[in-house]
């Protein structure tokens, strides 16, 4: 079973930076892709950043594109969301998520099985 265990939110002023950490237990040989999502208060939740473990490739939302970075550190069994110039906008509660799945997009909700519990990010101006 695999388990995500997110990291690293928190309070940031408008043009400052935050970096999530989300720990992948179990399973990590079998999964296709890992993502970072945000859901905001009223909204739905949407995809932002995502990487497939096996090459390193990345996908963004157009949003986030330039200032946020995904990443992995294999050996660690850790992805991480690098967010710079934060906006208000951003402010969210951001889950990490797991695919073993080689349907949809990457940045498709329907594509992700596993989820983290969430860290909520608060962007202020």
């Known amino acids: 079973q695999v388990q995500l265990v997110e990291s690293g939110g928190g309070p940031a002023q408008a043009g400052g930076f935050l970096r999530l950490s989300c720990v992948v237990r179990?399973?990590?040989?079998?999964?296709?892709?890992l993502a970072w999502f945000r859901q905001a208060a009223g909204k739905e939740r949407e995809g932002v950043a995502a990487?497939?473990?096996?090459?390193?490739?990345?996908f963004y939302r157009d949003s986030v594109e330039g200032r946020f970075i995904i990443s992995q550190d294999k050996a660690k069994n850790t992805v991480y969301l690098h967010m710079n110039d934060l906006r208000p906008e951003d402010t969210a509660i951001y889950y990490c998520a797991a695919a073993d799945s080689t349907y949809y997009g990457a940045l498709q909700r329907e594509k992700y099985s596993y989820w983290g519990q969430g860290t909520q990010v608060t962007v202020s101006s």
């Open positions: 990487i497939l473990p096996s090459g390193n490739r990345t």
């Open positions: 179990g399973g990590t040989n079998r999964l296709y892709y």
